[in-house]
């Protein structure tokens, strides 16, 4: 009876899943909740596409709600670490990053494919855990302001930003920008940058300069005055859906209809649906488009999503994306996959091919794209569209 018995718990020990090939937890925050959730559940989507259809058993993503607050996203990023996730990915927002990486830092974990163009994602001397695979936040100003110059010959451009570290990168973004693009001015001027140690006076004279609104807010009526009362030709808008569409709507109102280009993290989708009216209106991108299928990486996307042409976004393609580069590196390891491992093996990633999509990383190159897009927002009732642009064309007059 007894050899029966062993001979039973055996056979059932046999057929228990080996904890040694569990799939690898890897953590994202991003907000599901508050003002910016349709692009936190856009990027939670296409990862999770990702992951559930082309890493099953490989590779588990665990989604926390952030609501775009640092302060929370801190909360979730130190339960990933003491769960032991193998990388923080796919994070959302300039000021949860910020936030974040000096965390992924200290504790040895790679931080991946965050929905941000900011430049410290990049910097392996200060953050040589943190990778970027889009292009930075610097170089998308740059193509616009290049863009409104070089094209239609515009002067003067006014800045439209969120009053903190997000907005921050935008208008020295703006101002670098400058440097390489002669003749153009903004307006109002902005005034030196306060360093980081600067006190809260010396900040607020400096915002009170740049027309700002306040994150997680929709209170854009004083800087939406402050733009028009500046005789600006363009204006390029660093925020979130919600506040720059009810600002394009009040200046659109206002009859002031110069040429207004948000930059990627606006949330393509959630700004089109808000806008009353969407002439020379643009958005800039930084990843092809999502429903162009000659690229393989987006036939696979499409594929995958199963669904409308109407449900696939840019914010989901984006994380998407990211999501193969990272599983390309876990596949990558040599030997015992570990979160060091993963780093190696991310920065030996030169000139990979992400499905007709170049992506180069290297010990000193943390980030994976530089290349940027124009898309014009078109809509048709209560239907939108974002035609891809090379060049910008002046608006005719009605």
């Not at 163009?117 to 740059?142: K, T």
């Not at 800045?159 to 440097?179: C, P």
């Not at 959630?270 to 999502?290: C, F, H, K």
């Not at 491992?341 to 290297?362: C, H, P, Q, R």
Request: glycine share 10%; with cysteine; net charge neutral.
């Amino acid at each position: 009876m007894k050899t029966r018995l062993w001979i039973a718990l055996s056979a059932c020990c046999l057929l228990l899943p080996d904890s040694s090939f569990a799939a690898a937890k890897v953590g994202q925050s991003c907000a599901l909740t508050g003002p910016t959730a349709l692009l936190g559940k856009e990027m939670a989507k296409g990862a999770r596409l990702y992951f559930e259809k082309r890493a099953a058993g490989e590779i588990e993503l665990i989604t926390k709600d952030d609501g775009y607050e640092p302060d929370l996203c801190r909360q979730n990023t130190a339960a990933f670490i003491r769960d032991g996730a193998l990388a923080l990915f796919g994070y959302l927002g300039t000021p949860t990053a910020k936030a974040a990486v000096p965390m992924a830092n200290e504790n040895k974990t790679v931080f991946f494919g965050a929905g941000t163009g900011a430049d410290f994602l990049s910097d392996p001397a200060a953050n040589p855990y943190s990778f970027a695979l889009r292009a930075s936040y610097g170089a998308e100003i740059e193509n616009m302001m290049r863009r409104l110059h070089e094209d239609l010959g515009i002067k003067k451009i006014s800045l439209f930003v969120q009053r903190d570290s997000f907005g921050l990168v935008g208008v020295v973004g703006a101002v670098k920008a400058l440097d390489k693009i002669k003749g153009m001015e903004i307006v109002p001027p902005v005034p030196p940058i306060p360093s980081e140690e600067a006190g809260v006076d010396e900040w607020n004279a400096f915002w009170s300069s740049v027309p700002n609104y306040k994150r997680n807010t929709v209170s854009v009526g004083g800087a939406v005055r402050q733009v028009r009362g500046n005789a600006a030709e363009a204006v390029i808008l660093v925020g979130t859906a919600r506040p720059c569409a009810l600002a394009i709507n009040q200046w659109h109102k206002m009859g002031y209809k110069a040429p207004m280009i948000n930059i990627s993290f606006v949330g393509s989708k959630a700004l089109a649906e808000r806008l009353t009216e969407s002439g020379n209106v643009y958005v800039s991108q930084v990843v092809p488009d999502p429903w162009d299928s000659s690229l393989p990486i987006v036939k696979q996307y499409q594929q995958d999503m199963g669904e409308a042409a109407a449900d696939y976004d840019f914010g989901g393609f984006e994380a998407y994306l990211a999501a193969s580069v990272l599983h390309q590196a876990v596949k990558n390891v040599q030997g015992e996959v570990s979160s060091d491992a993963v780093k190696t093996a991310l920065e030996g990633m030169s000139n990979y091919d992400a499905g007709g999509i170049a992506v180069s990383f290297g010990p000193e190159d943390r980030r994976g794209m530089d290349k940027v897009y124009l898309t014009k927002v078109e809509k048709d009732g209560g239907t939108a569209k974002f035609v891809y642009v090379d060049k910008l064309i002046k608006a005719e007059k009605k």
